[in-house]
Every structure is written in structure tokens, then in C-alpha cells.
């Protein structure tokens, strides 16, 4: 299914490139965005560990220890996809390093799904709502994409909130951020909330990169140091790099392609 975004200027004389490299996409019919991760999984190494959280790095003869503080894994080379600080925190690194790291900013972000008793809610694909009194700033329709994303007869919103940990919103309950953004699109007619009959609230807390004035300093001093420890960083919190989805997987590929040409025997 392909879904079309129009293209827009801001005024008379200036044109903007309205996000035409998203003007026509595709979705998965089933399995939601996630199928496209299980495609990938599915042409790589079985020998996959998850929910195994990454709390010290060590290296010893020429060896990589990863411990999570209770088991312990073994590598000869590590590619890091974690968020950088996570990265910086589990090497112990110099105070320095861990300045620049500490000092790379970014937003975090609240999602809160909402179920609605309706078979058809819109024809939109996302739309921004740029009003300082409206907790969320974007508005999806997943069930808009394929019809089996929601239950037969239902339809699905997700809104997104932007924010920092330490926001007074981000401390509330679930259901308090749900009941708020319920209550502010009511507000706006893009739902009815008699018709919600499922919400559910993920918090994330690494979204969005920040490119502020040390950004570059930063990431430099940072990059430096991983190259030096032999450590290779690829997706976007571990590069710090505003990569959207499209981009963490071509960044990944153009990373493969590379160590490849460098060291033609690691292709085996």
C-alpha cells in the first residue's frame, strides 16, 4: 500500500522540500513496522541474545568481557548499537570522555496508544498539532496504514509527546497522560472519547537527537575515544546521528560494505 503526503510551500517565494523523500512509503501489511525488523533477523546469524543489558566492558587478552552483573559473554570485536552514554558508562571511561558524552543532549518521548470502537476514523497518515496548550505534537493512525494493525471494526491513534525525564508530565501516571491527551484531541474533533476503548503509555527515553552549539565538539571527542578502545558505533544514539529508520538500516549496510573492503577475510 503506498500513502501520499502533499508537498507544501510556506509562503510565495520560498519552497520547502516538505519531506518529499516520505511523500510515497511502504507499510508491512502484517506484523506492523516490527516485520520489517523479523525480516532482517531471519537472513542473520541465529545466535541472537536479547534482554541482556550491557552494564560493564572489559577488555582482556585481546578479548571483549560483556557482564550484565550476573553472566558474562565473551567476543573478539563488539559493534555498538546502545545509546552512547549507556556505552561510555559500561567502559568506565576517562572523566573527559565521559563529559562530552554526558554533555551530548537529546528529548525524550511518551506514546500513548489509544483504541477507538470505530471501523473507519479518518483517511489521514499523521498529522502535527502545533499548539502549546496540546500535550502531543504528532498524531498517527497505524490502522490507516494496513487494516491488521487494529482488531476487525476498530481503529488505532498513536500520539506522541516530546519531553525531557525530568518533566513534571513524564513523573504523572499512565493514565493521567492518557485521560490528558484523550481530553485534547476530543477537543480538537480528531477523536470522540466516548469511542476509546483501549490506551496504553510506553516512555522512551532516548528519541530525539539535540544538535546544539557542542554537538560537534562532543560527538568528536567521543568518536576519538571509541576509535582508540577499537569499539565500532553504528545506529543513531550510537552514532548521536538524527538517523530515522531508513537511515539506521542504510547506515548499518554502508558500515558492512566498508568493513568489508578493509578486511576482505571478515566477510567469511
Given at each position: 500500500?503506498?500513502?501520499?503526503?502533499?508537498?507544501?510551500?510556506?509562503?510565495?517565494?520560498?519552497?520547502?522540500?516538505?519531506?518529499?523523500h516520505q511523500l510515497f512509503f511502504y507499510y508491512p501489511k502484517v506484523g506492523g513496522i516490527q516485520a520489517l525488523i523479523t525480516?532482517?533477523?531471519?537472513?542473520?546469524?541465529?545466535?541472537?541474545?536479547?534482554?541482556?543489558?550491557?552494564?560493564?566492558?572489559?577488555?582482556?587478552?585481546?578479548?571483549?568481557?560483556?557482564?550484565?552483573?550476573?553472566?558474562?559473554k565473551v567476543y573478539d570485536k563488539i559493534i555498538s548499537t546502545i545509546p552512547i552514554h549507556y556505552l561510555i558508562g559500561a567502559?568506565?571511561?576517562?572523566?573527559?570522555?565521559?563529559?562530552?558524552?554526558?554533555?551530548?543532549?537529546?528529548?525524550?518521548?511518551?506514546?500513548?496508544?489509544?483504541?477507538?470502537?470505530?471501523?473507519?476514523?479518518?483517511?489521514?497518515?499523521?498529522?502535527?498539532?502545533?499548539?502549546?496548550?496540546?500535550?502531543?505534537?504528532?498524531?498517527?493512525?497505524?490502522?490507516?496504514?494496513?487494516?491488521?494493525?487494529?482488531?476487525?471494526?476498530?481503529?488505532?491513534?498513536?500520539?506522541?509527546?516530546?519531553?525531557?525525564?525530568?518533566?513534571?508530565?513524564?513523573?504523572?501516571?499512565?493514565?493521567?497522560?492518557?485521560?490528558?491527551?484523550?481530553?485534547?484531541?476530543?477537543?480538537?474533533?480528531?477523536?470522540?472519547?466516548?469511542?476509546?476503548?483501549?490506551?496504553?503509555?510506553?516512555?522512551?527515553?532516548?528519541?530525539?537527537?539535540?544538535?546544539?552549539?557542542?554537538?560537534?565538539?562532543?560527538?568528536?571527542?567521543?568518536?576519538?575515544?571509541?576509535?582508540?578502545?577499537?569499539?565500532?558505533?553504528?545506529?543513531?544514539?550510537?552514532?548521536?546521528?538524527?538517523?530515522?529508520?531508513?537511515?539506521?538500516?542504510?547506515?548499518a549496510m554502508e558500515y558492512v560494505v566498508k568493513n568489508e573492503s578493509q578486511n576482505p577475510q571478515s566477510s567469511s
Amino acid at each position: 500500500m503506498i500513502y501520499t503526503l502533499q508537498h507544501y510551500r510556506v509562503d510565495a517565494t520560498l519552497e520547502t522540500e516538505g519531506y518529499t523523500h516520505q511523500l510515497f512509503f511502504y507499510y508491512p501489511k502484517v506484523g506492523g513496522i516490527q516485520a520489517l525488523i523479523t525480516s532482517l533477523e531471519e537472513k542473520v546469524n541465529k545466535n541472537i541474545v536479547t534482554n541482556f543489558e550491557v552494564r560493564k566492558i572489559e577488555k582482556e587478552d585481546g578479548k571483549w568481557l560483556i557482564s550484565n552483573g550476573k553472566e558474562e559473554k565473551v567476543y573478539d570485536k563488539i559493534i555498538s548499537t546502545i545509546p552512547i552514554h549507556y556505552l561510555i558508562g559500561a567502559l568506565n571511561a576517562p572523566e573527559e570522555i565521559k563529559d562530552a558524552a554526558n554533555n551530548l543532549k537529546f528529548n525524550s518521548l511518551m506514546t500513548v496508544m489509544i483504541g477507538l470502537d470505530v471501523t473507519k476514523l479518518n483517511d489521514f497518515t499523521w498529522l502535527y498539532i502545533q499548539n502549546k496548550d496540546v500535550l502531543t505534537h504528532r498524531v498517527s493512525f497505524p490502522s490507516n496504514y494496513s487494516p491488521y494493525v487494529a482488531p476487525e471494526g476498530k481503529s488505532s491513534v498513536l500520539a506522541e509527546i516530546t519531553c525531557n525525564i525530568g518533566d513534571e508530565m513524564w513523573r504523572k501516571k499512565d493514565d493521567e497522560i492518557a485521560g490528558q491527551v484523550i481530553d485534547d484531541l476530543h477537543q480538537l474533533k480528531i477523536i470522540d472519547k466516548t469511542k476509546v476503548c483501549f490506551t496504553e503509555v510506553k516512555k522512551m527515553k532516548y528519541a530525539y537527537v539535540i544538535n546544539d552549539l557542542d554537538y560537534h565538539e562532543n560527538i568528536r571527542i567521543v568518536k576519538d575515544y571509541m576509535s582508540e578502545m577499537g569499539i565500532d558505533i553504528v545506529g543513531r544514539f550510537s552514532e548521536f546521528k538524527y538517523l530515522n529508520m531508513d537511515g539506521c538500516v542504510r547506515s548499518a549496510m554502508e558500515y558492512v560494505v566498508k568493513n568489508e573492503s578493509q578486511n576482505p577475510q571478515s566477510s567469511s
